[in-house]
């Protein structure tokens, strides 16, 4: 369970480790769009609601990007004014395509309400993940607080019925290793324990 197993599981928002503090902080995805005509390039270049940012294309070529930070901005999507034709607020809302194949996609902002760090970052996934347990020389982790209550309420069940849960596709993803008789004991442990400190505002190590 390392890496990327689907991006197209990963909810818009997850749960980080605080690079300061190390307890629970919210990181948002950016939402990245193409700017198509060069003579827009100049109005991305000096918004101060989007960054503006050249990628290296999978061919070599160059391509111009108008990046959003949905956790970061104070005024909402449908308030901003003044885009060049053929742009719309809703192009950079979460709900636009999600193309994995763009350079750039893990982009996004870190807030902890913990220490007040806010700015922008790199997601560096599982490794960031706020819930993450090890169990015999392997790591488990959740996306958020909500999918580790899925993860500790399947992994406690008798039945095993991954259709009750929200994050169902996300539990399909479990290594076998974690679901062995022998492991539930222990892994429901750390995962209750994660979610107690996460509650507590607690530093992950704790758990
Ligand atoms: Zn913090």
Not at 6 to 14: K, R, T
Not at 76 to 102: C, F, N, Q, R
Request: glycine share 6%.
């Amino acid at each position: 369970m390392t890496g990327y197993y689907d991006l197209n599981l990963m909810p818009h928002v997850v749960t980080v480790r605080c690079p300061n503090c190390a307890r629970a902080a919210r990181f948002e995805f950016a939402e990245i769009v193409k700017i198509e005509r060069k003579q827009d390039i100049a109005f991305f270049r000096h918004s101060d609601q989007f960054d503006y940012r050249v990628f290296n294309g999978s061919q070599g070529q160059n391509w111009h990007a108008a990046i959003y930070y949905p956790g970061l901005n104070g005024i909402t999507l449908g308030a901003i004014e003044g885009l060049p034709k053929g742009y719309a607020p809703e192009d950079w809302a979460h709900d636009s395509v999600w193309s994995p194949s763009m350079v750039g996609q893990d982009i996004g902002s870190i807030v902890c309400h913990h220490c007040d760090l806010r700015k922008k970052t790199e997601l560096s996934w599982p490794e960031d993940a706020y819930f993450q347990i090890a169990y015999k020389g392997k790591v488990l982790w959740a996306f958020n607080e909500d999918s580790a209550i899925s993860l500790l309420d399947f992994i406690e069940s008798e039945d095993r019925q991954r259709n009750k849960h929200k994050y169902q596709l996300f539990l399909r993803h479990i290594p076998s290793h974690f679901l062995h008789k022998h492991a539930r004991g222990p892994v429901v442990k750390k995962l209750a324990k994660a979610l107690e400190n996460c509650g507590a505002g607690l530093p992950v190590e704790n758990a």
